[in-house]
């Protein structure tokens, strides 16, 4: 399958575009988010010349700008760029989602496109809130959430004196009801129906436990948070009361200190908790700039010694387009302060031009002014290695206290820490996937009568290597031989060891035409080395002539048989135990037939056993779906496959092998 295509296979709206923003391709849901049929979509075909539509004439006129400035950016500058857009939505609620871009290349053709897609932030819904928040707080208004189902309103923060007029973070509905007056809880109980798009603004007169009564005005808007998320009801909410208190003030900064509070430990969690370079950006660039004030933040990566730029929705695309690419060793702020490890403030352009007069302006500075200020933190200490850096800007006369350049640099360091660990272990995942793959052995081609797939996925525990196997070979007799096994452990050394047992197997079964023979022998040899370890092995010899099938298996799961019908059933071979721990083991085998058009799939036990499924559940899945991928005609690759991609969601933490051999 294309890889281009690979991208367009998940269940998020995802679209390929040209460099002009013209739709290639998209999937599904895509289409359905945007409230279209695919096919308008996708525009039309003349011979062979195709005209996409345009991607952002497809969006809503509100986010229509937004839409087009992502791609153009990830275009122009082959960076990765986000921001949070609403699609249309079904049934009138806007769907808020993180949209990415990120600049891809077709492995087919080679052209340059756009892979625009929503991020999975099902485990970090706050994400798709700070916008709103910010939007709220610089228009003085206040934001909360209300969740029909829990009966719950949960106040996000905005205008600090509003936030004095709700102290609780959260508070359940029957409690605010009572706060409203009496003649106004009809309609503020409207107003938590849900509404078709946004609802009008509303006039109520809210008691505070402190000063008394305060008149309010609140407006009510459906959100979908996330693609396929959940639904929840927004409100925005303005004090129109002229006189406030000395208690309201203190209540503010409280509330505000509180949610401060908040904000820090969900952001130094979420960076220590990120698992990919891609979840560290999304963090540091939905939080950075809500949780320091500021107005925008970008997030500056090393990679062979100059940076990959990347901004929030706070630094327009065209902003940062001077930076990207640039050298570390160039005369600049951002540079330097990640090439020394040293924190930079710049107070104003004046002070920027007198301490970097060669250097490249960054465009924010130059738009704004003399007053626009800006800091860059590295994300390493002086004398390591430069990982990266951030810059965030500051509107007119901010200068950021010592406890605040303090915070900053801990969560500098947090992100830098995480930063390393990520690299490290993708540079470990990367060598143990190249040493794995060098281990594996590539099918016969051509097998006259039968078709042959196999597929392999590593396991999320240790090294992400470990001692599963896969063999076809042709004997000397003509029958194929076809082995599966699983060596204990997930290291290098189950790996070393696997190595082995298929080398002994194989030569072995050049001169012993018995699988059971050849199992008997492998483990007489396994047990004479006094091999550390031990290994489970299902071993057939099948003759593509007749489908005469002769198996012996080594303690390993049994072997599925399935039928053209969609119909499958279990074999659970002759044989005896593991090898490598009973000596003078004598294997048995039996023999059957594998009919035309019926396949036979041998798995190990992390495709059909894991922590919420039992092995005779998961075997009568995989033969399920085995059956299932018959009747639908797959092929065996595309029936592999199928089997691979159910055992993930066993969340099983073992590697993972399935040999499929179809008679045709």
Partial sequence: MDASDELLRGADPAALLTLEGAIRGLNAAMATALGRPAEQCLGCDFGEQFLGRDFGDLWPASQRMSAESLVVHAARTKAVAMRVLDFPGRGGAPVACLIEARPVKDSTSGEQLVWVHALDTRNDLASLLIPFRMATTAADLGLWMYSPHEHQLEWLGGAPALAATFPDPTASLSRVISAVHPDDQGAFRQLLRPPPAQSPWLRLRYLTQHDGWHQLAAQTRRIQLGYDGPERIFGVVRDDTKQEKHRKKAQAALAAERQRAKEIADFSSALITAATEQELQQVVLTRLAATFGASG?????????????????????????????????????????????????????????????????????????????????????????????????????????????????????????????????????????????????????????????????????????????????????????????????????????MGQVRSFMRGIAAREPHPAAVLTCTNELLVTMGAARFASCTMLHLDPRDGRVTGASAGHVPVLYACRDGSHSIRELAGGPVLGVVPDTEYREETFTLDEDSALVMVTDGVVEGPGLTLEAGLERAGTLAGAALYDGLNTEETADRILDAAVAVDHLDDVAVLVIRRT
């Fill in 297 to 497: 933040a970008l997030l500056a990566l090393v990679d062979e010694g100059r940076l990959r730029i990347s901004t929030d929705a706070g630094i327009a695309m065209w902003e940062a387009e001077a930076l990207h690419g640039m050298s570390l060793d160039h005369p600049t702020a951002l540079p330097e302060a990640i090439r020394t490890g040293r924190p930079q403030f710049i107070r104003d352009r004046e002070d920027y031009v007198r301490r970097w007069p060669h250097g490249a302006e960054f465009g924010r500075l130059a738009r704004h002014g003399f007053d626009y200020a800006f800091s860059v933190t590295p994300l390493s200490e002086a004398g390591n290695q430069p990982l990266g850096g951030w810059l965030v800007t500051y509107g007119s006369g901010h200068r950021p206290s010592l406890d605040e350049q303090t915070l900053m640099g801990t969560l500098a360091d947090l992100a830098g820490q995480a930063l390393r660990r990520i690299r490290l272990q993708q540079a470990r995942v990367e060598l143990a996937t190249a040493l794995q793959q060098t281990m594996l052995p590539t099918l016969p081609e051509h097998l006259p009568g039968l078709e042959v797939a196999a597929r392999y996925r590593p396991s999320r525990d240790g090294l992400d290597i470990g001692g599963d196997w896969y063999d076809a070979f042709v004997t000397p007799d003509g029958t194929v031989a076809l082995e599966i096994g699983d060596a204990q452990g997930h290291d290098v050394d189950a790996a070393a060891f």
